[in-house]
């Protein structure tokens, strides 16, 4: 009896612990209804406020197909959340979408060419108008152009034409940073003398001047010229929309944007939302976000809106499967603060107006942080205490077989992939491509243990510079702009470099390629990576200054190596590559640990590493890659890489794998191989100036080495002691931007602006030091 009373014990427990509860709601169904298959209810928003009280149950909503407008946004919160874990699913496959945004029923009337108006609802306001499903254009200047690299259009004179509008308030200017590094955008409040007033420019944590021609404005109905084109007045409540030809905006199907988050799973690190997923879903209509985009993210060059489509923030063991997310103004998912074990898996992520998926830590969780580029904390200041301060971040999880492409839509500062104070992120199997700046992001070294494989991304840094496919940051606690500084702290104290990296970062088993940028760009500082088994397609491999280092195994196809003003006890390792031209170091005395036993394309190339101290035991020859042509950059068996210790590597498992995405993912150009076949030229050491030698700016690395705005200025290779630059401040990497007032093109302008300033003392000159901007007055005789 004792025993059969345990079996019945033992049953009931497994009973309860399978239990399940199943709720179905259509947009047909009655919120009255019990929520059976035959009697379902109508809004998520009551099947998820009667699942939360299902204690200990498991409980999975069931969508039939068809739209779900959400009236505000569902949130699940962690305190009231009692069930055991939650799916929120689609029914059987069907098509459901949730939608941020609202129908409008209109009645139109027409306006004048061509152009219809209706009155819409009281207290309504949007920026997205979809007509039959699709988003049409904000009246705009210049006009919308699909072909147009930037911004889809723009003009150098978009600001002096806002400042002829009747009504310019609530206008934007949208444009790109003066040095290319992401883009700002600014609401008109006014006009005062002539100009519109800006609000705004906060979305890129480097301020600087709007670039000079990059611009456009938008939201005005003086704009409204062509067809796909619409405006609100927001105060006449009138909608404007000039449809092209054949469609009837009465017959048409009318939506707007509403909200800008979407469903919201919120919790703490001591009571976290435990064991949702959401599965099938598709999230469509969600409003744009770049004037809520002001938060800075350390030094990194981004600021972020801890919003998306999709928020976690304070969750554990969540999930989001088989989900599109398709033409919203926003990010599409954010994971922000703490946040654990959670996947991201099999999504399809597309047309999106900031970034695709971002895990953003909480800021107070690193020690001694700072905020801005040019800021830091002096050593007898900085908190020396490994690690973070608290676990309120994202660790643990994967971003995985999703495909993502052409992010950044409106906000520049984006990415397929944003990695910010979060620990143990692995992303793996993803095509990204299409976007305006990186594909993979990460803005620090707070705390590693990252995992970046059998990635694909390409076409990349499509509307900006100075970037890679992929790009980090790694100014971290113990980093300072200043140079001299940075030589002398780590020198001294070379254990800060792993206060904050803390776990190294590996980058494994993808194909990159970026046209405009380096393939592989490690900036400022990106400390501990270990990256191996890569194919760099087109822009090759960038390391700033940074420690700790190995980059091993790497093929960079018609491209090379690019170091970039190493540190003296950098530890930094190149070995074991397949490089197809010469390196192009750039301010580098002391190099690393080992760079060694490397592949070059031939003699001249490895000659002139060798006049560098490096490669002892590298050689140089064809790498006999079996079938380039086909972007298999496997070596035969006779290939001389193998006798610098180069192994072969699978070419086949780039990007998503899952069946359906992998049809429509696109794959990279694949280049025509180019030997480089490299003679050692002998430049000219500089041009005299004023007791030193300067010399132009000749290439992209020298640019982001400098921090410039373009291929511009003078770079002063040495001063004279005792001469007239080394009196006026002047220091040797100085870059000499202006003199005289006037933008220095090149060494030989800069004589030229000193020929015409006969006869003065001084002269005002602008420098770039340290990627910082300051103007000296320069003796002149």
């Not at 209706?118 to 306001?125: E, Q």
């Amino acid at each position: 009896m004792k025993q059969l009373l345990l079996i019945c014990c033992a049953l009931l427990m497994i009973q309860q612990a399978n239990a399940q509860t199943l709720y179905h709601i259509s947009p047909l169904g009655n919120d009255t209804h019990a929520g059976n298959e035959s009697r379902p209810m109508k809004t998520l928003s009551v099947a998820v406020s009667r699942a939360a009280k299902q204690k200990g149950q498991s409980v999975v909503i069931l969508l039939h197909g068809g739209t779900y407008y959400l009236g505000k946004e569902i949130t699940l919160n962690a305190e009231n959340m009692a069930c055991k874990s939650l799916q929120i699913s689609a029914f059987n496959g069907e098509k459901v979408f949730i939608s941020a945004g609202q129908p409008l029923s209109l009645k139109w009337k027409p306006y004048k060419n061509g152009i219809f108006s209706a009155t819409v609802p009281a207290g309504i306001s949007f920026e997205r108008l979809y007509v039959n499903g699709q988003l049409q254009v904000l009246a705009r200047y210049p006009n919308y152009d699909l072909s147009a690299k930037v911004f889809h259009g723009t003009a150098a004179d978009a600001v002096e034409r806002a400042a002829k509008w009747e009504h310019p308030e609530n206008g934007y200017v949208h444009a790109i940073h003066a040095s290319d590094w992401g883009g700002f955008h600014y609401r008109i409040t006014g006009m005062k003398d002539g100009q519109p007033l800006l609000e705004g420019g906060w979305q890129n944590n480097r301020p600087n001047k709007m670039h000079a021609t990059l611009r456009f404005v938008e939201n005005n109905l003086q704009e409204l010229d062509t067809i796909g084109e619409w405006y609100l007045d927001s105060k006449a409540r009138l909608l404007y929309y000039y449809p092209p030809a054949g469609l009837s905006p009465a017959d048409a199907r009318i939506e707007v944007s509403r909200l800008k988050n979407s469903i919201i799973l919120k919790g703490t690190p001591t009571q976290p939302v435990r064991n949702i997923s959401l599965k099938g879903l598709r999230f469509v209509h969600n409003e744009r976000s770049f004037m809520d985009t002001k938060e800075q993210l350390l030094r990194s060059d981004w600021t972020i809106y801890r919003g998306g489509a999709v928020l976690f923030d304070g969750t554990e063991n969540c999930s989001i499967s088989n989900c599109e997310f398709a033409g919203l103004g926003g990010n599409a998912i954010m994971l922000s603060n703490y946040n654990y074990h959670d996947t991201i898996r099999e999504c399809y992520i597309h047309d999106i107006g900031a970034s695709a998926v971002c895990f953003i830590g909480d800021l107070k969780a690193v020690r001694s942080p700072n905020f801005r580029y040019e800021e830091f904390t002096p050593y007898d200041q900085l908190d020396k205490t490994p690690g973070p301060r608290s676990n309120n971040y994202p660790q643990e999880c994967v971003v995985t077989n999703s495909l993502i492409h052409h992010v950044g839509e409106i906000e520049k500062q984006a990415t397929g992939v944003e990695i910010t104070v979060s620990s143990g992120i692995t992303v793996s199997h993803n095509s990204i491509f299409h976007t305006p700046r990186a594909g993979l992001n990460i803005g620090d070294g707070c705390f590693g243990g990252h995992v970046l494989e059998y990635n694909d991304v390409f076409n990349t840094v499509l509307e900006t510079g100075d970037h890679g496919a992929f790009n980090s940051w790694g100014r971290d606690r113990y980093w300072a702009p200043d140079r001299g500084y940075m030589d002398s702290i780590t020198a001294a104290h070379p254990e800060l470099v792993k206060l904050d990296a803390i776990r190294p970062v590996i980058i494994r088993n993808n194909r990159f390629r970026c046209d405009h940028g380096w393939d592989i760009d490690l900036d400022d500082g990106s400390s501990n990576y270990r990256i191996y088994n890569n194919v760099c397609l087109n822009g090759g491999l960038k390391l700033r200054e940074g420690f700790n280092r190995v980059v091993k195994n790497n093929i960079m196809i018609n491209n090379s190596f690019h170091p970039h003003v190493w540190f003296a006890n950098s530890q930094d390792v190149f070995e074991n590559n397949i490089v197809m031209r010469k390196y192009f170091p750039i301010q580098v005395k002391d190099w690393g640990q080992q760079v060694n036993n490397n592949l070059f394309p031939d003699e001249a190339a490895l000659e002139l590493a060798r006049s560098n101290g490096t490669d002892a035991h590298s050689i140089a020859g064809d790498p006999q890659f079996l079938h380039p042509e086909k972007g298999d950059y496997t070596v035969s068996p006779n290939s001389p890489a193998l006798n610098i210790g180069f192994k072969n590597f699978a070419m086949d498992s780039f990007g998503v794998q899952e069946p359906g995405l992998k049809a429509l993912a696109l794959q990279p150009v694949i280049p025509a191989l180019v030997m480089d076949k490299s003679q050692q030229t002998l430049k000219p050491a500089g041009l005299p100036f004023l007791g030193g030698m300067v010399k132009p700016v000749e290439s992209m690395e020298e640019r982001s080495a400098y921090g410039l705005q373009d291929e511009s200025g003078a770079i002063v290779v040495s001063v004279q002691e005792n001469g007239l630059l080394a009196a006026s401040g002047i220091r040797p990497k100085d870059v000499i931007c202006t003199a005289n007032g006037i933008k220095v093109t090149s060494a030989k302008h800069l004589l030229e602006i000193l020929e015409a300033a006969k006869g003065k003392e001084k002269i005002p000159v602008e420098i770039m030091r340290n990627q910082q901007k300051q103007v000296l007055q320069v003796r002149v005789k």
